[in-house]
């Protein structure tokens, strides 16, 4: 059926209009006056002229054709789609939060910078840092901080001569992306047959030239490094650091902590682990700490407290600089301290149990249908693999689809690379047992399915708007805007006008 | 805690399952010595009590709300219809996740091509891509791309594009062999156009300015998209997007990418974070735009459809190939962006600008006859402008207003030495004539 | 698999067929097989330089990204540009035209460092053990 929902330009009508602001104030003064003629925009921009009413309607009925973790169970991997409490929006939106102007005196902000304070002191302490900067915007904004920090430390050492960043092949892409970008060079280091960095290779890979490990922990297998020590050991014996990638952070609340394990830099998606939403894509916010020996190069400005005053600390002359502009994303620091002290001590750490809990039952479950390559407890999340159902011409992105049907939103697929057909499933301390029965009896008719009908999971899925999309054909002939959709005709052809339903077999 | 859904009698029975005894059986792979005994945190608190605390925090800040605020310099205190909160509310927008699973997001995906469909209208380009983080990081990455574009090492920054941008820049390009440098601004507070043809040289990728300036300047860029394309460089432009509505766009200038912060356009000032980072561009660097695009396609049924395109780009495909490590967009507040522009459409665009003109235009007039006070720069501008102090200090200024409940503007001094006796001014539609006029008597008695 | 024999073939999968005094370029069937539809390549310039196992095109499916490596050391004197408007031609026709650019080589001996087609299917052949 389709129930495509017009574009917002296509329900532009000349008269509407949206919007309601004063038009009196001034109205003696003539623009044509104040500005230079030569300034002024000849081609309008062709906005849409809509009612309120209207737009309200087309906005609602597009939300609508989301699955969001407020509707739907989301199992994906290194994404901990966890639950968003409503507290947290409902504080982050307090006046005397939202309506701060950055460049208000700093008397003026004294509670801002008192919870960017206090929530640097949560941070420090959860994960055994010395001092975080709130500054980068998202977790790979983070990841280049950190390579920056790096580069500034052994700079700072006179040591030029470290240019290789080694990532496990099981990191996430941001990894490599982030330290290319920087201008190290990548050395990827093997995992071993038990899933973990192998340590006797890497011996091999450190040296002058190595600038720092990238590593994640719990890994993207859902597994612990538990040779981290001796791992730890080999890196900084060779003068290199130690980058943690905070995304497993959730694993670890209130059980371990990567500044014991020796990690140098840590960078936390405050949208992961302290559940700021996702906002279908961002914004997040990805805080990085450091030990006090890569403190001198965090980004400006820092907070301080100095003479029981808050400050905006710029006196850092070795910084790396500013990553954005003004401090970081403050709405998303306010949600995420609001998470921090509603769950406390206890509460964190019981969520990192459950959700490590929740994840090794999801497991035991499925294993009777997927083969999961590593046979040992997971931490807060696994890979599973569609394998078996791989023989029957049936692959991950089917099951994928195919969950969608089932009103469960697709696990991580095909990811880490190194395992095939790969399904990586993160359950979240936020589902119930109630619901993790469900999704595992989900998965397990689904691969029955693909035994006895597997041209369904091929086509699936059959209850959403949409169905496979076109990837080529958006590739080949990229329509990205509207002007480009009017000028489009392949694909006017077959769409249908709105509302009229059409039959589908 | 209300936020965990298992019961104890279920964790029990999951470990039963599980063939241990108790959770730490889980975790033996933690060695000992890792493991931690106890957060040194507080305990958790209720929501009741908690909202208490943190409404506590919150008023020990003064907001705009309660004071009369003149600030701009980026950010920028604008009317927020009421619809934009109530949309970006809707929690299957602000719980999903990135639109990977096209047929699971249709909402937000088609959302995405609204927003790139309408920010490319707005500064005249071909493309937009999802958005970045903000203005600042938007801007380090339009270098970067004409860095990378035309294989050059130098880029040239007009000194009145944002401080921070630039400094945002220079941080992009840390550690690298890329030149930044800074073409000043002449006795006008324009960019320097004789400064600007020296530089100018074949080791040169881009020239990037800013509209209005940070000085609050529009400024003329009639033939300047020339000399910098006849150079072999790029034209970047970094823009207010509600100036917009009303000034020319960068597409109309001859830009090559227009990038800049959306915060303008409906999204509430949270102490300069989280906004929205716009990047446009025209089609000939479709391929080199950093981040998300979203694409129409057709699906199995033939249906026109939404889905994340161009994706080879990006860095979870390439990996250490990648042009940009960006994986994120500010979605959310590109829907706010998305739901403010269908509102005000192009008329109220026009009339939101041009108010925010009249506005700035008759304050600086009226400040400009006190005695103590000028007006360096007499060029057109949006909303805001320099304001000298002859007799005062900016610093003695702004303290003493901000007794009387009033942000007075920004020191410029600390960006700009030579112009450590100015303020800069702002002023919106927020402001009535009556809180200008309250504003203009206050300076008369400090001046 | 077909593999002609009048080319020369590189471990990377492109191949390279002398034409006059030139070496016109493309990718095997199998490489174009690997990446599925092609939907965009980035191809060199007219003069620019290459050297032999350096990268030097980018060719892009909807799930990947793959550099193109020279395989040999020369000038780029053509780029077919007719892969930019229709780039399935690789997936179509990628021995005939779907090639991709051709090269001058500086040092023609620099071909006797390919493989001939019987090479490289065996090279594709324990690859696949």
């Given at each position: 059926m389709n129930q495509n929902v017009?574009?917002?330009?296509?329900?532009?009508?000349?008269?509407?209009?949206?919007?309601?602001?004063?038009?009196?104030?001034?109205?003696?003064?003539?623009?044509?006056?104040?500005?230079?003629?030569?300034?002024?925009?000849?081609?309008?921009?062709?906005?849409?002229?809509?009612?309120?009413?209207?737009?309200?309607?087309?906005?609602?009925t597009l939300?609508q054709k989301n699955f969001?973790?407020?509707t739907n169970?989301?199992?994906?991997?290194?994404?901990?789609?966890?639950?968003?409490?409503?507290?947290?929006?409902?504080?982050?939106?307090?006046?005397?939060?939202?309506?701060?102007?950055?460049?208000?005196?700093?008397?003026?902000?004294?509670?801002?910078?008192?919870?960017?304070?206090?929530?640097?002191?949560?941070?420090?302490?959860?994960?055994?840092?010395?001092?975080?900067?709130?500054?980068?915007?998202?977790?790979?904004?983070?990841?280049?901080?950190?390579?920056?920090?790096?580069?500034?430390?052994?700079?700072?050492?006179?040591?030029?001569?470290?240019?290789?960043?080694?990532?496990?092949?099981?990191?996430?892409?941001?990894?490599?992306?982030?330290?290319?970008?920087?201008?190290?060079?990548?050395?990827?280091?093997?995992?071993?047959?038990?899933?973990?960095?192998?340590?006797?290779?890497?011996?091999?890979?450190?040296?002058?030239?190595?600038?720092?490990?990238?590593?994640?922990?719990?890994?993207?297998?859902?597994?612990?490094?538990?040779?981290?020590?001796?791992?730890?050991?080999?890196?900084?014996?060779?003068?290199?650091?130690?980058?943690?990638?905070?995304?497993?952070?959730?694993?670890?609340?209130?059980?371990?902590?990567?500044?014991?394990?020796?990690?140098?830099?840590?960078?936390?998606?405050?949208?992961?682990?302290?559940?700021?939403?996702?906002?279908?894509?961002?914004?997040?916010?990805?805080?990085?700490?450091?030990?006090?020996?890569?403190?001198?190069?965090?980004?400006?400005?820092?907070?301080?407290?100095?003479?029981?005053?808050?400050?905006?600390?710029?006196?850092?002359?070795?910084?790396?600089?500013?990553?954005?502009?003004?401090?970081?994303?403050?709405?998303?620091?306010?949600?995420?301290?609001?998470?921090?002290?509603?769950?406390?001590?206890?509460?964190?750490?019981?969520?990192?149990?459950?959700?490590?809990?929740?994840?090794?039952?999801?497991?035991?479950?499925?294993?009777?249908?997927?083969?999961?390559?590593?046979?040992?407890?997971?931490?807060?999340?696994?890979?599973?693999?569609a394998?078996?159902q791989?023989?029957?011409g049936v692959h991950a992105t089917d099951i994928a689809k195919r969950l969608l049907d089932f009103g469960f939103h697709a696990p991580?697929i095909?990811?880490?690379?190194?395992?095939?057909?790969?399904?990586?499933?993160?359950?979240?301390?936020?589902?119930?047992?109630?619901?993790?029965?469900?999704?595992?009896?989900a998965?397990?008719v689904i691969?029955?399915e693909a035994?006895?009908f597997p041209d369904r999971l091929r086509q699936a899925p059959f209850t959403l708007i949409i169905s496979r999309p076109d990837d080529v054909l958006a590739a080949?002939?990229?329509v990205?805007?509207?002007?480009?959709?009017?000028?489009?005709?392949h694909l006017?052809l077959q769409n249908q006008?709105v509302g009229v339903p059409v039959h589908v077999e | 805690?209300?936020?965990?859904?298992?019961?104890?009698?279920?964790?029990?029975?999951?470990?039963?399952?599980?063939?241990?005894?108790?959770?730490?059986?889980?975790?033996?792979?933690?060695?000992?010595?890792?493991?931690?005994?106890?957060?040194?945190?507080?305990?958790?608190?209720?929501?009741?009590?908690?909202?208490?605390?943190?409404?506590?925090?919150?008023?020990?800040?003064?907001?705009?709300?309660?004071?009369?605020?003149?600030?701009?310099?980026?950010?920028?205190?604008?009317?927020?219809?009421?619809?934009?909160?109530?949309?970006?509310?809707?929690?299957?927008?602000?719980?999903a996740y990135?639109p990977y699973q096209a047929e699971a997001s249709q909402g937000t995906l088609q959302?995405?091509f609204?927003?790139?469909?309408?920010?490319?209208?707005?500064?005249?380009?071909?493309?937009?891509?999802?958005?970045?983080?903000?203005?600042?990081?938007?801007?380090?990455?339009?270098?970067?791309?004409?860095?990378?574009?035309?294989?050059?090492?130098?880029?040239?920054?007009?000194?009145?594009?944002?401080?921070?941008?630039?400094?945002?820049?220079?941080?992009?390009?840390?550690?690298?062999?890329?030149?930044?440098?800074?073409?000043?601004?002449?006795?006008?507070?324009?960019?320097?156009?004789?400064?600007?043809?020296?530089?100018?040289?074949?080791?040169?990728?881009?020239?990037?300015?800013?509209?209005?300036?940070?000085?609050?300047?529009?400024?003329?860029?009639?033939?300047?998209?020339?000399?910098?394309?006849?150079?072999?460089?790029?034209?970047?432009?970094?823009?207010?997007?509600?100036?917009?509505?009303?000034?020319?766009?960068?597409?109309?200038?001859?830009?090559?990418?227009?990038?800049?912060?959306?915060?303008?356009?409906?999204?509430?000032?949270?102490?300069?974070?989280?906004?929205?980072?716009?990047?446009?561009?025209?089609?000939?660097?479709?391929?080199?735009?950093?981040?998300?695009?979203v694409g129409m396609t057709k699906d199995r049924n033939g249906h026109r459809c939404f889905a994340l395109t161009?994706q080879?780009?990006?860095?979870?495909?390439?990996?250490?190939?990648?042009?940009?490590?960006?994986?994120?967009?500010?979605?959310?507040?590109?829907?706010?962006?998305?739901?403010?522009?269908?509102?005000?459409?192009?008329?109220?665009?026009?009339?939101?600008?041009?108010?925010?003109?009249?506005?700035?235009?008759?304050?600086?007039?009226?400040?400009?006859?006190?005695?103590?006070?000028?007006?360096?720069?007499?060029?057109?501008?949006?909303?805001?402008?320099?304001?000298?102090?002859?007799?005062?200090?900016?610093?003695?200024?702004?303290?003493?207003?901000?007794?009387?409940?009033?942000?007075?503007?920004?020191?410029?001094?600390?960006?700009?030495?030579?112009?450590?006796?100015?303020?800069?001014?702002?002023?919106?539609?927020?402001?009535?004539?009556?809180?200008?006029?309250?504003?203009?008597?206050?300076?008369?008695?400090?001046? | 698999?077909?593999?002609?024999?009048?080319?020369?073939?590189?471990?990377?999968?492109?191949?390279?067929?002398?034409?006059?005094?030139?070496?016109?370029?493309?990718?095997?069937?199998?490489?174009?097989?690997?990446?599925?539809d092609?939907?965009?390549?980035?191809?060199?310039?007219?003069?620019?330089?290459?050297?032999?196992?350096?990268?030097?095109?980018?060719?892009?499916?909807v799930k990947?990204?793959?550099?193109?490596?020279?395989?040999?050391?020369?000038?780029?004197?053509?780029?077919?540009?007719?892969?930019?408007?229709?780039?399935?031609?690789?997936?179509?026709?990628?021995?005939?035209?779907?090639?991709?650019?051709?090269?001058?080589?500086?040092?023609?001996?620099?071909?006797?460092?390919?493989?001939?087609?019987?090479?490289?299917?065996?090279?594709?052949?324990?690859?696949?053990?």
């Amino acid at each position: 059926m389709n129930q495509n929902v017009s574009l917002i330009f296509e329900k532009s009508r000349p008269g509407k209009r949206g919007f309601s602001i004063p038009e009196k104030h001034f109205s003696d003064l003539d623009v044509k006056a104040l500005v230079e003629p030569n300034l002024l925009r000849k081609q309008s921009a062709e906005l849409p002229s809509v009612s309120e009413p209207e737009i309200v309607r087309h906005f609602v009925t597009l939300s609508q054709k989301n699955f969001s973790v407020d509707t739907n169970f989301y199992p994906l991997g290194s994404c901990t789609m966890k639950y968003n409490p409503k507290l947290n929006e409902d504080v982050a939106r307090f006046e005397g939060f939202a309506q701060l102007h950055p460049y208000q005196p700093e008397e003026t902000i004294q509670g801002a910078l008192n919870l960017m304070f206090d929530l640097e002191g949560a941070l420090k302490e959860i994960t055994g840092m010395d001092r975080f900067t709130l500054q980068p915007a998202a977790g790979a904004h983070g990841e280049l901080a950190g390579m920056m920090l790096v580069k500034a430390y052994h700079d700072s050492r006179k040591d030029f001569k470290r240019t290789q960043v080694i990532v496990p092949d099981s990191s996430h892409g941001t990894n490599p992306a982030s330290a290319a970008l920087f201008g190290f060079s990548v050395v990827t280091v093997k995992s071993d047959e038990r899933g973990r960095v192998n340590l006797a290779e890497l011996k091999k890979l450190v040296g002058p030239e190595t600038a720092c490990l990238m590593l994640t922990n719990p890994n993207t297998l859902g597994l612990f490094e538990d040779e981290i020590q001796q791992i730890q050991k080999a890196v900084h014996d060779a003068g290199g650091l130690l980058y943690y990638d905070g995304a497993n952070m959730n694993a670890l609340l209130g059980l371990a902590r990567p500044g014991d394990m020796g990690f140098d830099i840590v960078h936390l998606n405050l949208h992961k682990t302290f559940s700021t939403p996702h906002g279908g894509g961002g914004p997040g916010a990805g805080p990085v700490g450091v030990k006090e020996r890569l403190v001198p190069f965090l980004p400006a400005p820092l907070v301080d407290k100095k003479d029981g005053k808050y400050v905006l600390n710029y006196d850092i002359p070795q910084s790396i600089g500013r990553l954005r502009s003004f401090y970081g994303n403050f709405g998303m620091l306010i949600r995420a301290y609001t998470f921090i002290r509603r769950h406390g001590r206890e509460g964190l750490n019981q969520t990192s149990r459950d959700a490590i809990l929740n994840a090794n039952y999801v497991k035991k479950k499925v294993e009777k249908h997927f083969v999961v390559p590593h046979a040992e407890f997971c931490m807060h999340e696994f890979v599973a693999q569609a394998v078996k159902q791989n023989d029957l011409g049936v692959h991950a992105t089917d099951i994928a689809k195919r969950l969608l049907d089932f009103g469960f939103h697709a696990p991580t697929i095909y990811f880490p690379l190194i395992v095939p057909e790969a399904m990586m499933i993160e359950p979240t301390e936020s589902e119930s047992k109630e619901t993790l029965d469900k999704f595992v009896d989900a998965m397990n008719v689904i691969a029955d399915e693909a035994v006895d009908f597997p041209d369904r999971l091929r086509q699936a899925p059959f209850t959403l708007i949409i169905s496979r999309p076109d990837d080529v054909l958006a590739a080949r002939q990229p329509v990205l805007t509207f002007k480009d959709y009017q000028a489009a005709e392949h694909l006017h052809l077959q769409n249908q006008p709105v509302g009229v339903p059409v039959h589908v077999e | 805690m209300n936020y965990l859904p298992l019961t104890e009698t279920d964790r029990q029975e999951m470990l039963a399952d599980l063939g241990v005894k108790n959770f730490e059986d889980l975790i033996r792979v933690i060695p000992e010595k890792l493991r931690l005994k106890d957060l040194n945190l507080p305990s958790g608190t209720n929501e009741l009590d908690l909202t208490r605390e943190l409404r506590e925090l919150s008023a020990g800040n003064q907001s705009t709300a309660q004071a009369l605020s003149f600030l701009g310099g980026g950010y920028y205190e604008h009317f927020i219809p009421s619809i934009i909160n109530h949309v970006i509310s809707r929690s299957e927008f602000y719980t999903a996740y990135t639109p990977y699973q096209a047929e699971a997001s249709q909402g937000t995906l088609q959302t995405i091509f609204e927003y790139q469909s309408m920010i490319a209208e707005l500064t005249g380009m071909d493309i937009s891509n999802a958005s970045n983080y903000d203005g600042a990081s938007a801007t380090a990455e339009a270098a970067l791309l004409a860095l990378r574009h035309t294989g050059r090492n130098k880029v040239l920054v007009a000194r009145t594009l944002h401080p921070e941008y630039r400094e945002t820049i220079r941080t992009y390009c840390f550690g690298s062999h890329f030149d930044i440098v800074d073409v000043p601004f002449d006795a006008a507070g324009k960019l320097d156009q004789a400064a600007l043809v020296s530089l100018l040289k074949d080791d040169v990728a881009a020239l990037i300015v800013a509209s209005p300036n940070f000085l609050g300047l529009v400024e003329d860029f009639e033939g300047v998209a020339k000399k910098v394309h006849d150079a072999g460089a790029l034209f970047i432009m970094s823009v207010n997007p509600l100036s917009l509505g009303l000034f020319k766009s960068p597409g109309e200038w001859g830009a090559d990418i227009a990038v800049g912060e959306g915060q303008s356009l409906g999204i509430p000032m949270s102490l300069g974070g989280p906004g929205l980072g716009f990047f446009a561009v025209k089609k000939e660097l479709l391929r080199k735009i950093p981040g998300r695009l979203v694409g129409m396609t057709k699906d199995r049924n033939g249906h026109r459809c939404f889905a994340l395109t161009l994706q080879a780009r990006e860095q979870h495909i390439r990996r250490e190939k990648a042009g940009s490590n960006i994986c994120t967009n500010h979605a959310l507040l590109a829907l706010a962006a998305s739901v403010y522009l269908a509102a005000m459409g192009k008329e109220g665009l026009r009339k939101v600008a041009e108010y925010n003109v009249r506005s700035s235009v008759y304050l600086r007039e009226q400040l400009a006859k006190i005695k103590g006070f000028e007006v360096p720069f007499k060029g057109s501008v949006f909303n805001e402008f320099v304001l000298k102090s002859a007799k005062k200090s900016p610093t003695e200024i702004v303290q003493k207003l901000q007794a009387q409940n009033i942000f007075a503007g920004l020191e410029l001094g600390e960006f700009y030495p030579e112009l450590k006796d100015s303020l800069l001014v702002c002023a919106t539609e927020t402001k009535t004539k009556a809180e200008l006029d309250r504003f203009i008597d206050a300076m008369r008695a400090v001046s | 698999m077909n593999f002609p024999s009048n080319l020369k073939y590189t471990k990377s999968h492109e191949w390279g067929r002398q034409d006059g005094a030139k070496i016109v370029v493309g990718i095997t069937e199998y490489a174009q097989h690997e990446l599925s539809d092609v939907v965009y390549v980035e191809l060199p310039k007219i003069g620019q330089e290459v050297k032999q196992g350096v990268a030097c095109c980018i060719v892009e499916s909807v799930k990947a990204a793959f550099d193109i490596y020279a395989p040999i050391s020369g000038k780029i004197v053509e780029i077919n540009k007719k892969l930019e408007s229709d780039p399935a031609l690789i997936n179509r026709d990628p021995y005939g035209d779907g090639w991709f650019f051709a090269i001058t080589p500086s040092n023609v001996n620099e071909l006797n460092n390919l493989m001939p087609a019987a090479g490289y299917e065996e090279m594709l052949a324990q690859g696949a053990k």
